[in-house]
């Protein structure tokens, strides 16, 4: 059984919007070096979880810890830890891709930033566009220019919303082969959500389903194959968007 310390600790964590309940009461957690996978069907809940995690959005009830620290009271500490990359966030546009850079650098107190800077342009193949402008960015270009910022500050926890949409396959293969390495090499804790259902089951060392902003079932790939006798993840997910009925399950925190 694994010993690691859970980085990110989530208790019955809900959010109402007029009424309408986004996320309805979820419990979960994220060891140090973990990949976990977020996965459900558009309205599940899962880009809302993301957003009380970083704090933009107030939860209606329950509670998030980071790093043993209760999120609202260490909420400066905890965000020098943590970063963020989503392909539904937009940077300034009539900055060049370094100055964009250099401001969250600076927000982040990142020092060397020049150095910092040039390193993770060059990782995701983007250095030579460092003096282009934001808006002549392609879609896959802009989607690796988050991925450089979230890397910025050396982060602990990554939360990742959708960070290869619009890349290229190949282009797509690297970056997931660099979060891998990256996660091995710094012992990089992620929090990934995507549609593409080979994606997660590659990078994920764990999922958990959401479904109507429920966690519907949880566990390793090979787990959640097992339990759900199907060979791909996606058949998985189509049995349990079909069900839609919260099945017996291993806990959804860290085993």
């Known amino acids: 059984m694994s010993t690691r310390r859970p980085v990110l600790e989530v208790e019955n964590l809900a959010k109402s919007f007029n009424g309408n309940v986004a996320v309805a009461g979820i419990s979960f957690s994220l060891a140090s070096a973990e990949i976990l996978g977020l996965l459900g069907p558009n309205g599940a809940g899962k880009t809302t979880t993301i957003q009380m995690l970083l704090g933009l959005v107030s939860p209606s009830a329950g509670h998030i810890r980071y790093f043993g620290l209760d999120f609202p009271a260490h909420r400066e500490e905890i965000l020098a830890r943590i970063n963020f990359s989503s392909t539904y966030v937009s940077l300034p ?6 100055e964009n850079l250099v401001v969250y650098a600076k927000l982040y107190n990142v020092k ?29 270009q802009l989607t690796r220019l988050h991925l450089a910022r979230a890397l910025l500050n050396d982060p ?7 960070p290869t949409a619009s890349l290229d396959p190949d282009i797509a293969d690297k970056t997931r082969t660099l979060l891998r390495r990256i996660r091995d090499r710094k012992g990089l804790s ?20 959401l479904q109507r902003g429920s966690i519907i079932d949880g566990g390793t790939p090979r787990e959640l194959l097992e339990r759900y006798h199907e060979e791909s993840l996606e058949d998985v997910f189509l049995q349990i968007a079909r069900d839609n009925v919260p099945r017996p399950q291993a806990s959804p925190h860290t085993s």
Do not use: C, P
Request: charged residues 30%.
């Open 93 to 98: 546009y009539f900055l060049t891709a370094w």
């Open 112 to 140: 060397h930033h020049k150095e910092k800077i040039a390193e993770v342009l060059d990782t995701f193949e983007i250095y030579d566009l460092r003096k282009n402008l934001t808006r002549n960015f392609s879609s896959g």
């Open 156 to 162: 602990q926890v990554l939360l990742l919303d959708e």
């Open 190 to 209: 992620i929090l990934y959500t995507s549609h593409n259902m080979k994606e997660m089951e590659e990078m994920s060392d764990r999922i958990i389903f």
